[in-house]
């Protein structure tokens, strides 16, 4: 439960269809495997105490009664087992007979959940058999015990609050309106359905569809628990498509198989989105609400967990975000272009990363507006620290887009500036560095009012996060293309232009640029290459747009964030270092705010912007003190 996580499973048990002990044997060691790998909530498949496919048995006495036995026999086994679990068997109650799930913990049977939706089409009888469930809840003698039965309960974990449980059975989720709807903005962060879901070709696409929509328009975990092969009888084949998400977000599958499908849901993660989401309202409290009790223990993390999480992992998948990038940021600056009636975009290059991503977005957006290619002003400012690699890429970029280029040197420029506030140029600090970006800033500025035109902004949004801009300096534009795109996935949408380039020549300056180290270029170069390199300065930009992502966009707290960089960075980057590069992040970030409250318009491309106009809000004044402390603790 530690930092919000908490360790759930989908089971898939051998089965024997009418054989309640044996199916309870096999749901038993289930359960026992699942609280020796530290697994809190368990889902285990629908009828599968009876067997899905009983037909005309479950109107037998013996049936029933074997089931409940077998429930009790399991209320038994686990009354010393740490975890919840929902198990699914047929349930007489007011001389009727119902689908239920009985939901379990230490011995107790919480609570009996019946289905409300029965399928009666295709090779679906249910209606034959059962009723559907109300959400009235009622008290009911069972399996030896008094519990509560209806379809309006919820379970929440006394020690961990945030923590609570709704259940759902298989055709409940197919409905117009699944009950896990209401149960979800009754509280509930966790949907279990147990299913028997038979198994048809192309079935499983739509099913995994079905439990990571619902996931994300709940913002909940969502365990989804199926039949298997020995519910496979008569016409009917069923493959235990067994299937956990998260928040819209596929964090684990099992299909063909009996066993465990294991992963952790980041509960905390859940109650952020719902409160940053305004439009997820709660529902009146008309659930009834049973505790359970876990011992608080720190999960250990098996799921997936991307050390780049802007950046999509399947290569196909990320060349398809890519050009929706271009297009949204293209997008953005051709209707600024055509507000402000613009005649050029004048744009500093320096053969960097950034720069070149600027001019590529800035390429696309021209030839939508069906203006030539000479629209754009490519402007080269080379000084103390300039080589002639990017100077040569630069150029070379310049003309292979067809801009028009030019070569502006500001060295007699910044040294006339140097010696009008008397700045001696061999002391490099601040100044000299800076001195530098706002003359180039100044330059670009004054070219587009000389040529009716706007300055395109170069700087991305990892440095947006860091401060790392020169006020006034490259911090300035009049549209930022890049503010709104990470410099992690900056590096892939240069490649992506690599990739799909116009020509050869394109094609080779796109990746000696990807090649070529990351710096402002404000110091001399020793020996022909650059000297300064950004990441030696501020840090790996891996790490710091690791660390924006989970600390902005996912809301944790920076022990949390420092507790997953360390999984994600596992054999990358140790402890200490993270931990390093992690305060310097929470100490900038907090420190200049300032610079992003002033921010030029920019397109808002992923699911986080830093702009004082959406996304983020935040005084510029505000203390990093709390943040910090985590960490020095």
Known sequence: MKDGFIKVAAGTPQIRVADCEYN??????????????????????????????????????????????????????????????????????????????????????????????????????????????????????????????GAGLLFSCAQFPALTVGVELCEDLWAPAPPSTAL??????????????????????????????????????????????????????????????ENGSLLAERRFETGLCISELDVEFLRFERARITSFQSAPADFETVPFFLVPTETVLTRRLSATPFVPQNERERAQRCEEIFRIAALGLKKRIEHTGAKHLVIGVSGGLDSTLALMIAARAVDLLGLPRETLI????????????????????????????????????????????????????VVYENAQARERTQVLMDIANAENGMVVGTGDMSELALGWATYNGDHMSM???????????????????????????????????????????????ENGEISQKTEDLVGPYELHDFFLYHLVRRGCEPKKVLRLAEYAFDGVYDSETILKWLRIFVRRFFAQQYKRSCLPDAPKVGTLALSPRGDWRMPSDAVSALWLRQLDD
């Not at 192309?202 to 628990?225: E, F, N, P």
């Open 378 to 429: 490519a402007v080269s400012m080379p000084c103390f620290g300039t080589t002639a690699r990017t100077k040569s890429n630069s150029e070379i970029l310049a003309d292979e887009l067809r801009a028009e280029r030019r070569t502006i040197p500001i060295s007699a420029a910044v040294r006339q500036h140097f010696a009008d506030i008397g700045h001696n140029e061999n002391n490099r600090n």
């Open 479 to 525: 549209y930022g293309v890049n503010a709104g795109i990470p410099k992690t996935l900056v590096r892939y949408l240069v490649a992506y232009c690599a990739d799909t380039a116009e020509s050869d020549a394109l094609a080779r300056v796109l990746r000696d640029i990807l090649d070529t180290p990351v710096s402002p270029e404000l110091l001399p170069a």
């Open 24 to 149: 309870a044997a096999g749901a038993l060691s289930l359960i026992r495997e699942a609280a020796q790998a530290g697994v809190k909530v368990l889902a285990l498949p629908e009828l599968c105490l009876t067997g899905y496919t009983c037909g005309d048995l479950f109107l037998q006495t013996a049936l029933l009664n074997g089931a409940e036995a077998a429930l009790e026999g399991l209320l038994r086994e686990t009354a010393a087992m740490d975890l919840l679990f929902a198990v699914g068997l047929p349930v007489r109650a007011e001389g009727k007979l119902f689908n239920c799930a009985a939901v379990c913990c230490r011995g107790r049977l919480l609570g009996l959940v019946p289905k409300r939706s029965l399928p009666n089409y295709g090779e679906f009888y249910e209606q034959r058999w059962f009723v559907p469930g109300e959400t009235e809840v009622k008290p009911l003698h069972f399996a030896g015990q008094e519990t509560r039965f």
């Open 184 to 245: 979800a903005l009754a509280g509930a962060t966790v949907i279990l359905n147990l299913s028997a879901s038979d198994e048809l070709a192309a079935k499983d696409a739509y099913r995994r569809m079905l439990v990571q929509c619902q996931s994300g328009r709940l913002l909940c975990g969502y365990v989804y628990a199926d039949a298997g092969e020995g519910e496979s009888t008569t016409d009917l084949v069923f493959a235990g498509h067994d299937l956990i998400a």
